[in-house]
């Protein structure tokens, strides 16, 4: 049977509670919804600096079910997968096997400051789910430039007439290479997708890997409504493909409609300034890396 | 059971008698070797936890933080630019209140690169919450370690123990390795309950809730915190103690937090931490035979500073002469500043001289010591805050060279 075939299972339960910090629009809380439907209480959060960990305590701690504060830990910036391997031989020392161990960290978390730790995570298989909640900048500090920004994008470290002029790092094909069990890249505008890919990583072992696209409404420039709609169009305009690599095999869940990548740039007022000229030089990059995608659906990765 | 071993060997029995359940580490000289024992002890089946192979001293650190988080005993070891790798993580795990035990060996930093001893590093992670413990001999390192994990289990605080590159590190003394039936009578396991709800968790027996969330739009919290920690002072020192006559009870050695060596009448105490107390008993033994009033106080606890007990070793002396191994540049030796706040303040004036001696790996010897004793003697006062205690002799060349105070 393969994944795909298992029947998703999660509760109707809610495990993050209004008032919670997160900006109004935030992709970030529609993750942690879907993603604590298919875990469920018994989790342990580990989270870096960023918008997610002190947007869950303040103004009053958000991630409760049935009264009971959910697991967290905030750790230090680059940290996150460091703690959780920790909390996790502990946990395994102690005779508690069930608890996921989860680190819930940014793209600056991850891809930056944090990435010899995810590597060296990953190397060791650590027994950990690792979640990167990615909205392509330090967007809890007011949207400077990381190493997930996108070539093109105005943040407060690139301004204009001088956006970022560098490739987003690839984290997908750096965490496929450590040859882990499970990575998958997730979206908040295909719940069904989203859950049975945390199902998928809850029900393998070792080092799993999520990356989640989670638009951002201050940083991306976009009206609060839209964070779902941005979400959907980044997966159907290719630019944000829907996959998840179990083994050596690398399988595209959700089939893009290959719609221009100017529908997806074109809400979103970081990129307001973009000549058509640079448009067609993103849709040429976004062609070619789907290409190479394609090419290793059909090969594997390993 | 009687061995001839190294520090960084004697660190590993002390770890593997501990029985920590998770024990990570990263190799840097000269403290590579204490890894590598308890690796050897892992692939033996003599160590139950779990040993890993981490790919910094940040994650050295932060993963025995995680783990004690989770509630286990935990072991690592570090060096000088480890120590300072470390140095973010130090702070979270004294302000989380977590147990945590890690050996250093004492190494300075870089630039210019040097291996070998220098008390800098960990000196230089005196405000972040953690206990110190500075050692003089290989047997003291290996009873320092199981002390370490009673007094910071009991007191809930992060403890290092210290002990010289080189001189301990490197080098071989026979130590009495202690049968795992006393070590255990000696330190019970560690098994907290714990209950952890978003952002606080709390050890549900005797110790205090630990913080690993935030205190941000409370700073009355976050100050009741560091209020706390800062009173934990007397009840550190005091467990210290208790613990150390404890351990004298079952294993007939001990090492108070400040010792105070043939001080009964002495006019001259000479104060020293490390692996130089030993070079200076030797002297203050000759110094006596020659019906000379010296005296020595060891330094083995730093922090939290035991004044009380500083005061009571140092106070009302004619002379107080502190050596060691450290310079906080552009002003004066850090053991030299702190016992002369301890001793200064609300008390009557003492005289302290402070020699900075031994950076880097120099030798601090008897005839260093020696002439350090004579100068404190012949000065009515110091007339510096910092004497060169063994500067390699060099050209005069200018006017502050002129007027510094140097012992060759």
């Known amino acids: 049977m393969t994944t795909t075939e298992i029947p998703l299972r999660y509760t109707k339960e809610e495990y993050i509670q209004p008032p919670h910090g997160f900006c109004v629009g935030c992709s970030i809380p529609i993750a942690l919804r879907w993603f604590l439907k298919v875990t469920g209480e018994k989790v342990i959060l580990l989270m870096p600096p960023g918008c997610a960990s002190p947007s869950v305590l303040f103004p009053k701690p958000s991630l409760i079910h049935q009264g009971k504060r959910i697991k967290m830990v905030a750790t230090p910036f680059g940290s996150a997968a460091i703690f959780a391997g920790g909390v996790k031989s502990a946990l395994v020392a102690r005779g508690d096997t069930e608890t996921q161990v989860v680190a819930w960290a940014g793209d600056g978390a991850t891809l930056d400051i944090g990435l010899a730790a995810v590597s060296a995570a990953a190397e060791r298989n650590e027994g950990i789910i690792y979640v990167c909640y990615d909205n392509e900048a330090y967007q809890n500090t007011g949207n400077q430039r990381s190493s997930a920004t996108p070539w093109g994008v105005r943040t407060t470290t690139n301004p204009l007439p001088k956006p970022k002029m560098e490739y987003k790092k690839d984290i997908m094909s750096i965490i496929i290479a450590h040859r882990i069990p499970y990575a998958a890249t997730l979206s908040t505008a295909y719940p069904d997708d989203f859950m049975r890919k945390v199902q998928n990583a809850k029900r393998s072992s070792g080092f799993r890997f999520l990356h989640i696209l989670t638009p951002c409404v201050t940083g991306w420039q976009f009206p609060l409504e839209l964070g779902v709609k941005i979400s959907r169009l980044a997966v159907q305009t290719k630019v944000f493909p829907l996959f998840e690599a179990e083994g050596d095999a690398i399988t595209i869940t959700k089939e893009p409609k290959g719609l221009p990548v100017e529908e997806y740039i074109r809400v979103q007022g970081r990129y307001r300034h973009l000549t058509k000229e640079q448009v067609d030089m993103i849709q040429n990059e976004v062609d070619k890396r789907w290409n190479q995608l394609q090419y290793l659906v059909r090969y594997g990765s390993k | ?408």
């Open chain 2, 1 to 408: 059971m009687i061995k001839v071993i190294t520090g960084n060997e004697a660190a590993a029995y002390g770890a593997l008698l501990s029985r920590p359940a998770v024990v990570c580490a990263y190799p840097i000289t000269p403290q590579s070797r204490i890894p590598e024992q308890i690796s050897e002890f892992h692939a033996q089946g003599l160590l139950k936890g779990k040993f890993i192979n981490v790919e910094s001293e940040m994650a050295a650190l932060g993963y025995v933080t995680g783990a004690s988080v989770g509630g286990v005993r935990v072991f690592t070891a570090t060096s000088s630019q480890g120590l300072a790798w470390m140095h973010e993580g130090l702070h979270w795990a004294a302000g989380a209140r977590l147990p945590i035990v890690m050996a250093n060996v004492n190494r300075p930093f870089g630039a210019p690169w040097n291996l070998t001893c220098d008390q800098i590093d960990s000196l230089a992670q005196r405000d972040t919450g953690w206990m110190q413990f500075y050692c003089e001999s290989n047997q003291e390192i290996l009873d320092t370690v199981i002390q370490a994990y009673r007094i910071a289990e009991q007191v809930s605080l992060p403890a290092m123990v210290c002990l010289d590159g080189v001189y301990l590190s490197y080098l071989s003394e026979s130590v009495d390795i202690p049968d795992q039936t006393k070590v255990d009578e000696y330190l019970p396991p560690y098994d907290p309950q714990f209950e952890i709800t978003g952002g606080t968790w709390k050890l549900l027996d005797v110790h205090p809730p630990i913080k690993g969330g935030y205190d941000l739009f409370s700073p009355a919290g976050f100050m009741g915190d560091r209020y706390e920690l800062h009173k934990l002072e007397s009840r550190c020192v005091e467990t210290a103690v208790e613990a150390d006559k404890e351990f004298y009870e079952l294993f007939g050695r001990s090492y108070p937090p400040v010792e105070e060596y043939k001080c009964d009448d002495a006019d001259l105490v000479v104060v020293c931490s490390g692996s130089a107390v030993g070079t200076c008993r030797q002297v203050i033994n000759s110094l006596r035979d020659k019906g000379w009033k010296v005296g020595l106080v060891k330094m083995k606890m730093f922090r939290p500073f035991p004044k009380e007990l500083v005061r009571k070793a140092l106070s009302g002396r004619k002379k107080v002469a502190v050596i060691e191994r450290d310079l906080s540049p552009g002003q004066c030796g850090i053991f030299f500043q702190e016992i002369k706040w301890a001793l200064n303040i609300n008390h009557k004036f003492t005289p302290i001289y402070g020699f900075v001696s031994g950076l880097g790996g120099a030798d601090i010897t008897a005839t260093l010591v020696e002439k350090a004793i004579l100068y404190a003697m012949e000065k009515e006062l110091p007339e510096q805050e910092v004497i060169w205690l063994g500067l390699e002799e060099k050209k005069i060349s200018d006017d502050y060279d002129r007027n510094t105070i140097k012992i060759y």
